[in-house]
């Protein structure tokens, strides 16, 4: 059945035809994304993921409820105590790896589902989909512990709501709501939800809506980070609530804010427009006609009825370069979910070419390109655990020192010794700077008789210095690395 649309004027000239039956293709599209995802299991293990998989092992929700992703690790725990109530022993980073598959495949099934109501015939959402879904920077943390594919869920289906004739203002507050507690930069996506209220009401109506989507967004989140701060965070004053609700950007020496940006404007366009090709993939010849096939829509004549989707594509890509171009604009992560307008516009682009026969296989073959390079360039290497030193460091240390040992860490040692190697860190960072500090705390893990040991590879003058008048006794040496034990 057909989806009602508005009466406004504006309505007829943007609005697709739309249904709500966009049948199996989704599910299918799905489906085939976990087979692939499941069969290149990843052994990146990211910092973020490692530490997650901790707090998840713990039940310890005051560090699972993280200021800038609320409720990601909130939804890992659960999926974990979920795998566990059906008897599956799973460890909590495999069931995060898990949970990315499935939502980095849900998430390009919706696509799937959003393109087939949108009115694109089956091919173009088909392979737009799939195409989404083994671009590199998606397939790269839908099989890694990672919390950007939660809030790329949220977000499809909060176009697929922005999307239709008469987009309901509650239900683009639920989704876009849950994308900012999945990851609080998504706020950048108010633009393209105005629009969509714009685009199809009369002006009394959309002030009205826009107020209501407004409101229940901002009550949604405000009443999340409330219930979090009450019933786990419990900060002891202002501070406390201040360098939880910064997260990430509580970087700074005494957990002060710290920018990351960039040393000059040119740098920061040049590494946001190398990112925004790599999230393609690292071959440039696939990545290209990607954004070549969206570049066409800026010609008004080939839209159609598929003007609405190449605009709010445009609102969208266009709206997260306010924050991402002055925020770490190299990093691919932030971009990833760029490619959800991205491929929305090259289903647009591409919509008019792909009902012939010969079109159709042509896309098909590159598609399947896409998915064989991004596997082989960016994938398999994740995918083979001696590609990951710190990885292997943590099992031989396992290995090679006693259950009650301490072990100096910084970097990613400081979760992958507690997670894989089962040892208790000692956290270096802290003692920068404070010698003294640092020659006391070794001295009072010592007493007890706990071993602590070194690394050569993270040991510097600085501890050396610290450290004067103790011997560091090797024991022993694996892949160029030294283990030093404090005398």
Same mark, same amino acid.
């Given at each position: 059945?057909?989806?009602?649309?508005?009466?406004?004027?504006?309505?007829?000239?943007?609005?697709?035809?739309?249904?709500?039956?966009?049948?199996?293709?989704?599910?299918?599209?799905?489906?085939?994304?976990?087979?692939?995802?499941?069969?290149?299991?990843?052994?990146?293990?990211?910092?973020?993921?490692?530490?997650?998989?901790?707090?998840?092992?713990?039940?310890?929700?005051?560090?699972?409820?993280?200021?800038?992703?609320?409720?990601?690790?909130?939804?890992?725990?659960?999926?974990?105590?979920?795998?566990?109530?059906?008897?599956?022993?799973?460890?909590?980073?495999?069931?995060?790896?898990?949970?990315?598959?499935?939502?980095?495949?849900?998430?390009?099934?919706?696509?799937?589902?959003?393109?087939?109501?949108?009115?694109?015939?089956?091919?173009?959402?088909?392979?737009?989909?799939?195409? =989404?879904?083994? #671009?590199?920077?998606?397939?790269?943390?839908?099989? &890694? *512990?990672? +919390? %950007?594919?939660? /809030? $790329?869920?949220? !977000?499809?289906?909060?176009?697929?709501?922005?999307?239709?004739?008469?987009?309901?203002?509650?239900?683009?507050?639920?989704?876009?709501?849950?994308?900012?507690?999945?990851?609080?930069?998504?706020?950048?996506?108010?633009?393209?939800?105005?629009?969509? =209220?714009?685009? #199809?009401?009369?002006?009394?109506?959309?002030?009205? &809506? *826009?107020? +209501? %989507?407004?409101? /229940? $967004?901002?009550? !949604?989140?405000?009443?999340?980070?409330?219930?979090?701060?009450?019933?786990?965070?419990?900060?002891?004053?202002?501070?406390?609530?201040?360098?939880?609700?910064?997260?990430?950007?509580?970087?700074?020496?005494?957990?002060?804010?710290?920018?990351?940006?960039?040393?000059?404007?040119?740098?920061?366009?040049?590494?946001?427009?190398? *990112?925004? +090709?790599?999230?393609?993939?690292?071959?440039?010849?696939?990545?290209?006609?990607?954004?070549?096939?969206?570049?066409?829509?800026?010609?008004?004549?080939?839209?159609?009825?598929?003007?609405?989707?190449?605009?709010?594509?445009?609102?969208?890509?266009?709206?997260?370069?306010?924050?991402?171009?002055?925020?770490?604009?190299?990093?691919?992560?932030?971009?990833?979910?760029?490619?959800?307008?991205?491929?929305?516009?090259?289903?647009?682009?591409?919509?008019?070419?792909?009902?012939?026969?010969?079109?159709?296989?042509?896309?098909?073959?590159?598609?399947?390109?896409?998915?064989?390079?991004?596997?082989?360039?960016?994938?398999?290497?994740?995918?083979?655990?001696?590609?990951?030193?710190?990885?292997?460091?943590?099992?031989?240390?396992?290995?090679?020192?006693?259950?009650?040992?301490?072990?100096?860490?910084?970097?990613?040692?400081?979760?992958?010794?507690?997670?894989?190697?089962?040892?208790?860190?000692?956290?270096?960072?802290?003692?920068?700077?404070?010698?003294?500090?640092?020659?006391?705390?070794?001295?009072?893990?010592?007493?007890?008789?706990?071993?602590?040991?070194?690394?050569?590879?993270?040991?510097?003058?600085?501890?050396?210095?610290?450290?004067?008048?103790?011997?560091?006794?090797?024991?022993?040496?694996?892949?160029?690395?030294?283990?030093?034990?404090?005398?």
């Amino acid at each position: 059945m057909a989806y009602g649309t508005s009466q406004d004027p504006r309505s007829a000239r943007w609005s697709p035809s739309w249904t709500e039956r966009p049948g199996w293709l989704p599910f299918l599209t799905g489906c085939s994304l976990v087979a692939v995802y499941v069969s290149l299991p990843s052994y990146l293990f990211n910092f973020d993921g490692v530490a997650c998989a901790i707090a998840v092992e713990l039940g310890d929700l005051k560090h699972l409820v993280h200021g800038n992703h609320l409720v990601y690790g909130l939804t890992g725990l659960a999926f974990h105590r979920l795998l566990a109530a059906a008897g599956l022993g799973w460890s909590a980073i495999a069931a995060l790896q898990f949970m990315g598959c499935a939502l980095g495949a849900w998430g390009a099934g919706s696509m799937c589902a959003l393109l087939l109501r949108a009115g694109f015939g089956k091919s173009s959402a088909v392979l737009a989909a799939l195409g =989404l879904g083994v #671009s590199y920077i998606w397939w790269l943390r839908s099989v &890694d *512990a990672q +919390v %950007y594919v939660l /809030a $790329a869920l949220f !977000l499809v289906w909060c176009l697929d709501e922005a999307l239709r004739p008469s987009p309901r203002p509650y239900r683009l507050a639920l989704w876009h709501g849950l994308a900012m507690l999945s990851h609080a930069s998504h706020a950048l996506l108010t633009p393209l939800v105005l629009y969509s =209220l714009w685009r #199809s009401r009369p002006a009394a109506a959309c002030k009205r &809506d *826009a107020g +209501v %989507y407004l409101c /229940a $967004a901002a009550l !949604l989140v405000a009443a999340s980070y409330a219930a979090a701060a009450v019933l786990w965070v419990r900060p002891s004053g202002l501070d406390e609530l201040r360098v939880w609700l910064l997260g990430s950007a509580a970087l700074g020496p005494g957990r002060t804010p710290m920018w990351i940006g960039f040393s000059s404007p040119a740098q920061a366009v040049g590494d946001w427009l190398k *990112a925004s +090709v790599g999230i393609v993939s690292p071959a440039l010849w696939l990545a290209l006609p990607v954004w070549l096939a969206a570049a066409s829509t800026l010609d008004p004549r080939r839209l159609g009825e598929f003007r609405t989707a190449a605009v709010s594509g445009w609102i969208w890509l266009a709206s997260y370069p306010a924050l991402f171009l002055f925020w770490e604009p190299y990093k691919l992560d932030y971009h990833m979910t760029d490619l959800i307008p991205l491929w929305l516009l090259a289903a647009v682009g591409t919509a008019r070419r792909l009902r012939g026969r010969r079109a159709q296989l042509g896309a098909a073959a590159f598609v399947l390109a896409l998915a064989a390079v991004n596997g082989v360039r960016g994938i398999r290497p994740v995918s083979d655990p001696a590609m990951n030193r710190s990885f292997q460091k943590a099992l031989w240390l396992e290995k090679v020192t006693p259950e009650n040992a301490w072990i100096a860490s910084e970097g990613l040692d400081k979760v992958y010794i507690p997670y894989f190697a089962h040892r208790r860190p000692l956290i270096l960072g802290p003692y920068q700077g404070r010698g003294a500090e640092l020659r006391e705390r070794v001295a009072g893990l010592r007493a007890p008789g706990d071993p602590v040991f070194f690394t050569s590879d993270i040991l510097r003058d600085e501890h050396r210095l610290a450290l004067a008048g103790s011997v560091f006794e090797p024991r022993g040496s694996e892949s160029g690395i030294d283990l030093l034990l404090v005398r």
